[in-house]
């Protein structure tokens, strides 16, 4: 097997391939003066079952071309199998028509995907699960839940409550809410504009609890800062924590996540962090997970068990 990596999360995909004992493949990626990519696969992938890892997080153009040119380089060089690990699905929030005039974008990059050649994806904490449905070929999701719940699990005081700050996020709030027996809260959250949202409602008792406010992922910081206002204002303790997938932290996130309620944030690490200055910030690992999926795949064993046997509730 080879695992390739394109620019977007290369520690990530150095961490997985150490995690599976190998090596990462040689693959060159540069920019011609007009920013267009290019890319050559330095060893051969003949017969391999490859993998490429590359979330196609900010800039999520630049990172999803890249990926396509991969794996077309990876298909035209005869491999035996492209599975695309892509750990942040960049586009996942466009899964549905919000207009006549718009397209439904998460479903043009599995086209996409597909057309290169890839016959198999890997990703963490899609959106929306019916993105799966965009694809003929197999999409496995890995739930970044059990990874980020050892985190917080430390940090979490009895009593607590665990917020989903949109209806989106309530079985995710449930998984967790599970391991912890705690009561789940649900935000209503009504969106201004693409980058504008407001919380209506607080469906739930959170007086006097510590809440710890679940999502799939920080882009702006938006979310969070007025999930936290909201259930301060409810009357939640002030020391509420943060547990995310994806962590973004685009420009002007930092800002937002220093309000003084917020004790500390968990994010994995699907999406670079580096150079992201947000207080009270953790990073766990999901390589671990993700080198545990590919052996599984490699041996056909089944991701089922694993995530079943990561899921179990603790005492
Ligand atoms: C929304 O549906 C998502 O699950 C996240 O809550 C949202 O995308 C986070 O974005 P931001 O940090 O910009 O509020």
Do not use: W
């Amino acid at each position: 097997m080879v695992v390739l990596s394109g620019t977007a999360n290369r520690d990530l995909a150095a961490s997985i391939a150490r995690e599976l004992d190998v090596k990462l493949g040689g693959c060159e990626i540069q920019r011609f003066p007009d920013g267009e990519v290019s890319v050559e696969l330095t060893e051969p992938v003949r017969r391999k079952d490859v993998f490429i890892v590359q979330p196609t997080s900010p800039p999520v153009d630049e990172h999803l071309i890249e990926l396509l040119a991969i794996a077309d380089a990876t298909r035209r060089a005869a491999a035996g199998h492209i599975t695309a690990v892509i750990p942040y699905f960049g586009y996942g929030r466009q899964d549905k028509r919000r207009g006549h005039r718009v397209p439904i974008t998460a479903s043009m990059v599995a086209e996409l995907l597909e057309a290169v050649g890839v016959e198999h994806v890997l990703s963490v904490d899609l959106h929306a699960p019916q993105i799966e449905g965009f694809f003929r070929i197999p999409v496995d999701t890995l739930s970044a839940v059990p990874v980020l719940y050892e985190a917080v699990r430390p940090y979490l005081p009895d009593h607590a409550a665990v917020v989903s700050p949109d209806a989106g996020r309530v079985t995710m709030a449930a998984q967790y809410a599970a391991q912890i027996n705690a009561p789940v809260i649900v935000l209503h959250k009504r969106r201004e504009s693409a980058t504008e949202t407001g919380v209506t409602h607080v469906v739930g008792d959170v007086r006097g609890r510590s809440c710890l406010i679940v999502d799939d992922m920080i882009s702006t910081g938006g979310t969070i800062a007025e999930s936290v206002e909201a259930l301060i204002d409810a009357g939640a303790n002030p020391d509420v924590l943060v547990a995310a997938t994806h962590g973004l932290l685009l420009e002007g996130a930092q800002e937002k996540l220093s309000h003084k309620a917020i004790h500390r944030i968990f994010v994995t690490d699907t999406v670079s962090t580096a150079g992201k200055e947000v207080p009270n910030l953790e990073v766990v690992s999901i390589a671990p997970l993700i080198a545990a999926a590919v052996s599984r795949f490699l041996a056909d064993g089944s991701l089922t068990e694993l995530q079943a046997a990561l899921r179990k509730p603790r005492s």
